[in-house]
């Protein structure tokens, strides 16, 4: 893995997390977003993430980020204020690199120290690199949610995952 530094993501970090987001918007079905996304709204978001059980983390490499992670509230319904939904993304250009997998292990691990009891995870079944890094870290399948995407002319199959802290 090349030298990374992990660290609590900062208002600064808005637009590197945003790049980041919007090479998967445009490029890949690991979000089912399909327009990109302003950084202003990123800010925003992070702004929403300030409490620690919803850590952001970001991956640097020689000074630029290369990679985010957050956990990020479920429901709003407060019987699942425990439970949150896990989300990493890595720069398309540092794939493979074990990036993925440190940050995914420390925002769990933040997680775990916030309280949080059960962290979920909605993958794209042609996703097959992030669902072999959640099974790796632990997480189990839930089910499958057949034909509830669709991006890029096709429909699309979200695996559920969960893993308990």
Do not use: I
């Given at each position: 893995m090349t030298d990374i530094t992990i660290r609590p993501a900062e208002t600064r970090d808005a637009a590197a997390i945003s790049r980041i987001y919007n090479q998967a918007v445009l490029n890949t079905t690991a979000t089912?977003?399909?327009?990109?996304?302003?950084?202003?709204?990123?800010?925003?978001?992070?702004?929403?993430?300030?409490?620690?059980?919803?850590?952001?983390?970001?991956?640097?490499?020689?000074?630029q980020v290369?990679?985010?992670?957050?956990?990020?509230?479920?429901?709003?319904?407060?019987?699942?204020?425990?439970?949150v939904e896990a989300s990493t993304y890595v720069d398309e250009g540092q794939l493979g690199l074990g990036i993925g997998t440190a940050l995914s292990e420390a925002v769990l691990e933040a997680g775990r120290a916030a309280g949080v009891h059960a962290v979920l995870s909605r993958i794209c079944t042609e996703n097959?690199?992030?669902?072999?890094?959640?099974?790796?870290?632990?997480?189990?399948?839930?089910?499958?949610?057949?034909?509830?995407?669709?991006?890029?002319?096709?429909?699309?199959?979200?695996m559920m995952l969960e893993k308990l802290l």
């Open positions: 089912f977003d399909t327009e990109p996304e302003a950084v202003e709204t990123r800010k925003r978001w992070l702004a929403a993430h300030a409490d620690p059980v919803h850590p952001v983390l970001v991956a640097e490499s020689e000074g290369v990679g985010w992670a957050s956990l990020s509230s479920w429901s709003d319904r407060c019987a699942y204020a425990a439970s097959v690199a992030s669902l072999a890094m959640a099974r790796n870290l632990g997480f189990v399948e839930v089910g499958v949610l057949h034909e509830v995407g669709r991006k890029f002319d096709r429909w699309l199959d979200v």
